[in-house]
């Protein structure tokens, strides 16, 4: 069974620039999830999607911060414009719906904002 | 609101050595717990879960975990850890029922010295 997949892994970008990042869960979840994890500390979620519908955005800085999931499947987050603590490892994480709660992550992307 | 709190943040043993990692929680209601780890260069994995009924939970690699209700604790041990085992571990928690996104806890830095 494929994982979730990220890209890109690595990204490098000024402040006030502009980024965004992509996800792909594993076929069949339902549930998405955007985690932002500093350094240092444990990750925290940003938003999750149920299909294509938020669940969650209460963390999610809508200022500068913003996703979707069209079509149930994909899904991107965009930062914009960037400061320098949103220097992070962005994680996205999928499951399915029902009584199985765990939570299956991708690699990450970790973003610099210099 | 939930919280999760690991009391290590940075653990040396040497091979052989027993381990416990500690974590607390606070939530109001029902709480299904679960403990991730993160090997370097590696994504988020999933270790160990508790949903219901025995409260003493058993992972992979010879990790085990016990929930006690009274105390809002799920300590994680090893009798004998490798150097394998070297890596980052989080405890999470998410409600049952409910909102299934985790929270983390800050995470517990393992180091094991050959």
């Known amino acids: 069974e494929a994982g979730v997949a990220q890209s890109p892994r690595y990204k490098i970008i000024e402040k006030r620039q502009s980024v965004a990042f992509w996800c792909n869960p594993i076929?069949?979840?339902?549930?998405l999830y955007w985690y932002q994890q500093i350094l240092g500390q444990g990750p925290k979620l940003l938003i999750q999607f149920q299909n294509n519908g938020v669940v969650d955005d209460s963390q999610l800085p809508k200022d500068r911060f913003s996703a979707e999931r069209l079509k149930g499947v994909d899904s991107t987050l965009k930062i914009q414009p960037a400061k320098l603590e949103d220097s992070a490892v962005y994680l996205c994480?999928?499951?399915?719906?029902?009584?199985?709660?765990?939570?299956?992550f991708g690699p990450g992307t970790r973003l610099t904002v210099t | 609101a939930q919280s999760v709190s690991q009391h290590n943040h940075h653990v040396i043993l040497s091979e052989a050595a027993s381990l416990e990692l500690g974590c607390n929680y606070s939530?109001?209601?029902?709480?299904?717990l679960f403990w991730y780890v993160q090997y370097p260069g590696q994504h988020l994995q999933l270790l160990l879960k508790y949903f219901s009924g025995d409260p003493l939970v058993k992972g992979i690699k010879g990790f085990e975990a016990e929930f006690i209700k009274s105390k809002f604790s799920f300590n994680l041990r090893k009798p004998s850890v490798q150097w394998s085992d070297t890596a980052e571990y989080f405890c999470a928690v998410n409600g049952y029922g409910g909102r299934r996104a985790l929270t983390f806890g800050s995470g517990t830095r393992l180091q094991v010295q050959p």
């Open positions: 939530y109001g209601g029902t709480v299904n």
């Open positions: 994480a999928s499951s399915v719906t029902g009584d199985d709660y765990e939570q299956y």
């Open positions: 076929s069949g979840h339902a549930t």
